[in-house]
C-alpha cells in the first residue's frame, strides 16, 4: 500500500505565502511524477503543478499560478512541495497531492486526502 500525507494547508490573507509538503510512504519501488491538483467550490478539478522525479526534474504548471507557485522535491524523502506566493482569493481550494507510483507493480495514479487552502481578501 502507498500513502501520501500532506500538510501545510491553511488560512492566509491575499498577497501572503502558504508551503504545502506531500510526502509519500509505503511499498515504494519508485515514483514518476508527484505533483498538486486543486478543487474549488463548484469547480472540477485541476491541475496545479507537476514534476518528475527522474534526473530532469522537469515541471508543469498550470498558466495562472506561473511565475507565483513554485514545485519542488525531494527524492530522498519522497516528497514534494509547493511554494504558493502571492496568493489571490481564486486560489481558494482543497489541494490535492498526487502521485503516480511504481509499487512493486504496473504504476498506478494515488491521491492524497486534500488539505484546505483559504485565502482572505
Known amino acids: 500500500q502507498v500513502q501520501l500525507m500532506e500538510s501545510g494547508g491553511g488560512l492566509v490573507q491575499a498577497g501572503g505565502s502558504l508551503r504545502l509538503s506531500c510526502a509519500a510512504s509505503?511499498?515504494?519501488?519508485?515514483?514518476?511524477?508527484m505533483g498538486w491538483y486543486r478543487q474549488a467550490p463548484g469547480k472540477e478539478r485541476e491541475l496545479v503543478a507537476t514534476?518528475?522525479?527522474?534526473?530532469?526534474?522537469?515541471?508543469n504548471y498550470a498558466d495562472s499560478v506561473k511565475g507565483r507557485f513554485t514545485i519542488s522535491r525531494d527524492n530522498a524523502k519522497n516528497t514534494v512541495y509547493l511554494q504558493m506566493n502571492s496568493l489571490k482569493s481564486e486560489n481558494t481550494a482543497v489541494y490535492y497531492c498526487?502521485?503516480?507510483?511504481?509499487?512493486?507493480?504496473?504504476?498506478?495514479?494515488?491521491w492524497g486526502q486534500g488539505t484546505q487552502v483559504t485565502v482572505s481578501s
Open positions: 498526487y502521485a503516480n507510483i511504481n509499487a512493486y507493480s504496473p504504476s498506478r495514479d494515488y
Open positions: 509505503g511499498s515504494i519501488f519508485s515514483i514518476n511524477t
Open positions: 514534476i518528475t522525479f527522474s534526473s530532469s526534474g522537469s515541471t
